[in-house]
């Protein structure tokens, strides 16, 4: 009979609540805490931990803090612990900077609700989602590896990006849609004690486009402040789109209005959807020299490529200072990794798995 797997969260609100009652639904062991004791009870009452503190030989600890809190906690955890430390928070380059620890592996799951605390935690919350992670020149292949293993077990697609990157890639497609949404939610709401009518008319899209302002407001503060320059950078271009298309529609321009809704509806039509079949995926074998960051650096590459890797793998080989990276990523997209490789000094092989 093999061990019980166990595992610390340190912060058991709605992301880390998640990550404990899939966990124990994978038969670890979850051992939570949290600096308001309500809800390391709550989340104890529901069964997202099964215990409370901070078990020292866990093989992993999820800190889940707000991102202001997420640099002393992953301290904590990594002189608390002797297994590995992955976080969630939405913004990753301070954290990434602050430890150079080989068995922290930053991360960020794109999931949410918009219900807050550990009462709107799922086990099912991550499947289907993608989580980045953003390991660092510090941090170990073996310890990626296993974090990559364990998220994806949990059901989340896993993408690796540098941490500034991902932190450029967030703000344009988390942080400032959720300002935006926030706003124009303001704006309806002030426009509507003088038009009462106006939320009652508020259905279908602007629905659908203000959703996420139901986001709890309490993480937002340290979201901008921790990615502020590049939350800035994607504010201003959507300013300059917004004045552009005032202009157009002040000046009756039809022709430029149709064809920025025409440009827009295209990307939209065309944002790519998760899921693939076996029969069109390819196995990249990439030799790699025996030393700390391989893994990493590939992985990155292909995220940085926008190449999906649906598996991976290390064989290490029984003598020598190398071994072969085993990645599996859509038929479609293996040249482009391929050739990127190569650029890199990589000599890489492709098998189809069909």
Sequence with gaps: MSAIRRANIIGTGLIGGSVGLALRERSWHVTGSDHRETATA??????AI?????????EITFVATPVGEAGDAVTLALEATTGLVTDVGSVKSR?????DDPRFVPGHPMAGSEQAGVGGASDTMFFGAVWVLTPTETTSDDAFARVRAI?????????SLTPEHHDELVAMVSHVPHLTAAALMRLASERAIEQRAMLRLAAGGFRDMTRIAAGHPGIWPDICAENRTAIVSVLDDLIAS?????????????????KGL????EARVHLPTRGVRPEVLTEVRVPI??????????????????????????????EGDRGVLILVVETEYAERLLGALVATGYRPRLRPLS
């Design 262 to 265: 025409a440009d827009a509806r």
């Design 289 to 318: 020299p025996d030393k700390q960051g391989e893994l990493a650096r590939v992985a990155t590459l292909a995220g940085e490529l926008d190449v999906n890797v649906y598996d991976i793998e290390i064989a290490h080989t029984s």
């Design 95 to 99: 954290v990434a900077r602050l430890h």
């Design 151 to 159: 998220v994806s077990d949990l059901g989340a697609e896993v993408v």
């Design 242 to 258: 917004l004045t552009d298309v005032r202009r157009q529609v002040d000046g009756r321009d039809g022709a430029a209005l149709a």
């Design 42 to 47: 709550e989340a104890l009452e529901l069964g």
């Design 50 to 58: 099964d215990a409370v503190g901070v078990d020292p030989e866990a």
